[in-house]
């Protein structure tokens, strides 16, 4: 008899399925780089920059849309979390803070990813996108997103394929790529 794991959705996933990897990566002494009592902060296993942290809450929430208002100091205090890390430890270093707006891997999860995006894991099209279009969600619009509705309103899934699509445009300059490679090596004229 086959184990399932039902997240908050109602959708069930297979017991060991790489979708739930995070919950083991938390427990991981290799990825893991602090916590506290209500968040764990982990080096990604897949970074897309080279700094890229991931901030998830103690507590068992599988998504943004799990959210109500009373997770609006739990989000507030993940920003800080990370915020405060990477302020300490990379002074010098430009972050973006945010979700995706469809997140691959259960358990809720903020992104702490440096802008620089320079990485082996970078590979596709996809990958950027999911931090370089509006399919990436903000910390700070979240939360008041939160604030203002009681919930985190999502972009439709056909939203989310438009903006994972978006032509390949550098996150620190006007220049356009026609494919990832153009874009990766002129990422590297933006490295200091």
Not at 149 to 157: E, T
Request: net charge positive.
């Amino acid at each position: 008899m086959k184990r399932h794991i039902g997240n908050s959705d109602g959708h069930k996933s297979k017991k060991g399925h790489w979708a739930l990897g995070l919950l083991s990566s938390m427990k991981n002494k290799d990825y893991l780089v602090q916590s506290d009592d209500r968040v764990t902060m982990i080096k990604d296993m897949y970074p897309k920059a080279l700094h890229h942290y991931l901030v998830l809450p103690n507590e068992s929430i599988s998504n943004l849309k799990a959210l109500d208002k009373k997770h609006l100091s739990l989000l507030e205090h993940m920003h800080e979390f990370g915020e405060n890390y990477v302020h300490k430890n990379h002074p010098d270093t430009n972050f973006i803070f945010g979700y995706h707006s469809e997140a691959s891997m259960h358990h809720l999860h903020l992104h702490v990813i440096s802008n620089d995006m320079n990485s082996s894991c970078l590979k596709t099209k996809k990958h950027w996108n999911s931090f370089n279009s509006d399919f990436f969600l903000h910390s700070k619009g979240v939360i008041e997103n939160l604030k203002r509705n009681g919930k985190v309103l999502l972009p439709l899934s056909e939203k989310c394929k438009e903006y994972l699509n978006t032509p390949l445009k550098c996150n620190q300059c006007n220049f356009s790529a026609k494919n990832m490679p153009g874009l990766k090596t002129h990422l590297l004229s933006h490295v200091k």
